[in-house]
């Protein structure tokens, strides 16, 4: 059937068919139906064999004029992808005209839709194939394969096993061959052990962060390499460029009125006459802003109990041009944590050359690497003590009241830390958490929340259990797992291990289908994150025939390797990540989707079942630094939150609370003085900031730590970020680019975005900022005889040289030099409705994917003998209620009620008569969604009174 579909695609696709998807263009364009036919006929683009052969982006000027016309075409030779100016993948303007919906797959919009989703599954296939490089001691294999076995095939490896010091490690097997079973499957281990049963180690706490970058291309500064001193000579170390020089020159908020925002510290009494001036994304509230800290506090960590090596070190503003911008030469911050520093072992690549087998420098995580909801329940012994359970039922998280109005309050808020507790002196006075640093009024948010929510679940299920307590919970135990488990005999630890699963799904779908989908607010990123979660792609059938017919046949010759790429081809055809694997049919592959009229045979007595839906792609999972390093999103905070009352008048800005007001302690004091449902308003209907330069809060420039060690007083957040960047060894932003496939800019004019009209306002300010950039950074004389990378040629095929393009000997811009933060924030031309760059949105699309890919609890694990029945209906359908849709159709889909807003229902029914509205929880709430994707920023109905929206 496969072979007969791919048959009729690519070979027989009758001529009437493509002529019928080719309709005659209006006056002025080109004719798409001579572009159409010439992009068939030239067939698709096979995977590259080699690195310096990859996609970047860009597509044949036919291929481009097809799926998006002249505007497509025209904008080719500029270095961001092809797909952002495709029909339809913008707002309504980008509409063929006359439409005002995707509609058919062949007509323009569908061409434009089906083939940015193409470009993205291209991208992220050879992010796949060739952004792997794992620092556990695994890579050698990786690259040369092992036993016969091709590198990508590989699913067991020694660097994963327990040691002989792990508590476990007997009962994995020792010296043997290890594999986890019984009481170390049931659930999530707090240590994030035995996640995957074959390799006990992967994703564990104090684990390696990996790489998505080569091994040679990290740490630029250090010069271990000829490509990277030809690559920046000797322009480069910890603090050169001076970071607090950068932090002032191209970081820095400038304000209409400092008086009145004070550095971020607003106004005497919170007074709502306080402003301080950032620039806003019309599309995207600050509950996103701290959704995403809440997040990176479950997926990373480099400090230890909040500090990092002992060392003190300065951070910059040693120069008089430094000086002269206000900085503070005295700062001082404690060094990076390493793991390794001595030079690492080399090995012979099938082409003969030298690779190291890891990064020239290594950290560890200090949290498990999976999505776990591990800042809420802990990630070693230490962190599980500051949970606190309920003694009256030891199954649900300790709550105590709330003293204000809402139904809300009832449910409680988490206590704070008592004394005895392991937590440093700086954490006292905070709510309970597991993970209890960079504590602020968001955090507080989200941990009452989800303290809330897993008690929801925990309350739903002993009403069933009351009601039926002799019925089937679906919860089983390993060590009996034919044996049904009674509602009335699941043990307090098991349901609250089972809720852990239920919450930290949760999250993780919130996540998926909600956060990222406002981020990247379009519908290629809407049809592709849903399809991450559960497989939109089945209703595109001709983008999954695609997508599998070049899995099959480039990832791989060797049959184990497309053994071990099935669970790929299968996503690309349909299913989604979510659950694959979770059910077994008769005579079916392990991987086949939902069907509730064949016999489940999924046994949690077989191993190759439980663990069956993972697919590391032959690299063990963990997060690279280069995730944590997209993820340095401070500009997104705004300095001042403006607080209004669920009570009154919600159109009505009350207060104006410096977010400084709202770290540690007194973000506790905060959130019980003001209630849960207050900051939830207040922060779903204000904007957030733009990521893009002179963004950064004025509070983090001059933020008191105040922790130890003794010598750390006021930092600079936004230099900090530069300097950790460059001590954990990132690349800088043109070779990060290179290595993630993405084609490099030659001059800091290639910042500005070529679309905007010469003159415009918003243009001109884009050419002052890359002066600035050519001010900080500078120039020097080319050398086009220094070749500077590997990862990609020229178009001619030639070596990429110091030149850049020019001629030898000229004066060019040191955009090698830039830095990686800084690179991205100043990346003008962004897809439509994204609010990251093309360069953050490259690492995403192959971490997004994998930590799903990798995790046995969102596939082949998702079952009710780990879940319970309830749970699994729980989060696949937002709630114990059943799927809810929303009214109308949003963007042209009939959509669910989103997680989160479902979420928010339960914890904080108060606000309800608000969320009525409300169609993406991360969408500001008063903000009228308009027409397809607009990002306008006009009140929805009620909201006009609202002083957000006035000029």
Request: aromatic share 10%.
């Amino acid at each position: 059937m496969l072979r007969a579909r791919l048959h009729h695609l690519f070979v027989a696709l009758p001529l009437s068919l493509l002529l019928a998807a080719c309709a005659s263009p209006p006056d002025g364009q080109s004719s798409a139906l001579d572009d159409c036919v010439k992009m068939m006929a030239g067939g698709l683009r096979p995977l590259p064999a080699e690195r310096g052969e990859r996609f970047l982006g860009k597509v044949s000027e036919d291929v481009a004029r097809c799926r998006g016309g002249d505007k497509a075409a025209a904008f080719r030779s500029t270095p961001y992808v092809d797909w952002a100016n495709y029909w339809a993948t913008g707002d309504a303007s980008s509409l063929s005209p006359g439409t005002t919906g995707v509609g058919l797959h062949l007509s323009r919009n569908g061409r434009g839709i089906d083939g940015a989703l193409l470009d993205l599954e291209y991208q992220r296939m050879e992010l796949i194939k060739f952004n792997l490089f794992d620092n556990m001691g695994t890579f050698r294999d990786y690259t040369l394969g092992r036993d016969g076995v091709e590198g990508g095939a590989l699913k067991v490896w020694d660097a994963l096993r327990l040691p002989s010091s792990a508590p476990a490690y007997a009962a994995v097997g020792g010296d043997g061959p290890q594999l986890c079973g019984g009481a170390l499957i049931r659930a999530r281990n707090l240590d994030g052990t035995c996640n995957d049963l074959r390799n006990p180690l992967m994703g564990a706490t104090g684990t390696l962060f990996a790489r998505n970058v080569e091994f040679e291309s990290t740490f630029p500064d250090l010069g271990m390499n000829e490509l990277a001193r030809n690559r920046h000579g000797e322009r480069l170390a910890l603090l050169k460029p001076d970071p607090q020089l950068i932090s002032r020159k191209l970081f820095t908020r400038a304000q209409t009125d400092p008086g009145r925002c004070r550095e971020g510290q607003g106004l005497p009494g919170d007074s709502p006459d306080a402003q301080c001036d950032y620039k806003k994304a019309p599309f995207f509230n600050v509950l996103a802003a701290f959704w995403i800290q809440f997040m990176t506090h479950d997926w990373f960590s480099h400090l230890e109990d909040g500090h990092n090596a002992a060392t003190l070190m300065p951070v910059g503003c040693s120069a008089g041009a430094a000086q002269a911008t206000g900085c503070r030469p005295e700062d001082r911050i404690d060094a990076a944590l390493m793991a390794e520093t001595t030079p690492p072992a080399t090995f012979v690549d099938a082409a003969g050359r030298a690779q190291p087998a890891r990064a020239y420098k290594t950290t560890r995580n200090k949290v498990t690497a999976w999505w776990d909801a591990s800042q809420i329940y802990g990630y070693d012994a230490a962190s599980r003590q500051r949970v606190k359970r309920d003694p009256a039922d030891p199954a649900r998280l300790l709550l105590q009241p709330g003293r204000g109005a809402g139904a809300g309050e009832a449910q409680g808020y988490l206590p704070v830390f008592a004394p005895g507790d392991p937590i440093a002196p700086q954490y006292a006075g905070q709510e309970a958490a597991a993970f209890p640093d960079n504590w602020s009024i968001g955090m507080s948010f989200y941990h009452n929340v989800f303290a809330r929510e897993h008690n929801a679940f925990v309350a739903a299920f002993r009403r069933q259990a009351a009601a039926t307590p002799e019925a089937d919970s679906g919860l089983r135990d390993p060590l009996r797992p034919e044996a049904a488990i009674r509602y009335r005999e699941v043990t307090a630890d098991e349901l609250f291990e089972a809720a852990r699963l239920v919450v930290a799904a949760e999250i993780a779908k919130i996540h998926t289908t909600e956060w990222t989908t406002q981020l990247l607010y379009g519908e290629p990123l809407y049809l592709g994150m849903n399809a991450n979660w559960g497989g939109l792609f089945a209703k595109h059938p001709l983008v999954a025939d695609a997508i599998e017919n070049i899995v099959l046949k480039t990832f791989g010759k060797s049959p184990e390797a497309k053994k071990a790429t099935q669970l790929y081809s299968a996503f690309a055809s349909g299913p989604g990540i979510f659950g694959l694997g979770s059910h077994v049919y008769p005579g079916k592959s392990l991987l086949s989707a939902f069907d509730p009229g064949k016999q489940d045979q999924w046994s949690l007595a077989n191993p190759e079942h439980v663990n069956g839906g993972v697919n590391h792609f032959g690299s063990p999972f963990n997060f690279p630094e280069e995730f944590v390093s997209v993820y340095r999103l401070h500009a997104l905070v705004p300095d001042l939150i403006e607080w209004r009352d669920w009570r009154q008048d919600p159109n009505a800005v009350r207060a104006k609370v410096p977010v400084l007001s709202t770290f540690r302690a007194k973000a506790t004091q905060a959130m019980h003085e003001r209630g849960l449902a207050s900051w939830a308003l207040s922060m779903g209907r204000q904007r957030l900031g733009l990521l893009t330069l002179q963004n950064s809060p004025q509070f983090l420039q001059h933020l008191e730590l105040a922790r130890g060690p003794a010598g750390i007083g006021k930092i600079d957040v936004a230099a900090l970020d530069l300097i950790r960047d460059r001590e954990r060894g990132v690349p800088r932003f043109n070779e990060f680019r290179r290595q993630y496939g993405l084609r490099q800019l030659t001059r800091f004019e290639d910042f500005v975005d070529q679309r905007l009209p010469a003159g415009a306002p918003a243009r001109a300010e884009q050419e002052r900022l890359t002066g600035l950039l050519r001010e900080v950074y500078g120039q020097h004389r080319c050398d086009a005889s220094k070749i500077i990378t590997r990862a990609q040629r020229n178009a001619d095929g030639s070596a990429i040289n110091d030149c850049l393009g020019h001629p030898d000997g000229s004066l060019v811009d040191n955009v090698e030099d830039v830095d990686t933060v800084v690179g991205w924030l100043s990346e003008f031309t962004h897809p439509h409705g994204f609010a990251i760059s093309e360069t953050q949105f490259q690492v995403f699309i192959l971490n997004a994917s994998r930590r799903l890919f990798s995790d046995r609890f969102f596939t082949s694990s998702f079952r009710p003998e780990f879940y319970t029945s309830l749970g699994v209906a729980w989060v696949n359908d937002n709630g114990p209620d059943g799927k809810q849709m929303e009214a109308g159709k949003p963007n042209g889909h009939a959509m669910e009620v989103s997680p989160l807003k479902r979420v928010l229902l339960r914890t904080l029914p108060e606000l309800a008569p608000e969320l009525a509205q409300v169609v993406n929880a991360f969408d500001p709430w008063a903000r009228a969604r308009g027409a397809y994707y607009t990002l306008d920023w006009k009140p929805r109905p009620g909201a006009e009174s609202d002083p957000a929206f006035k000029p």
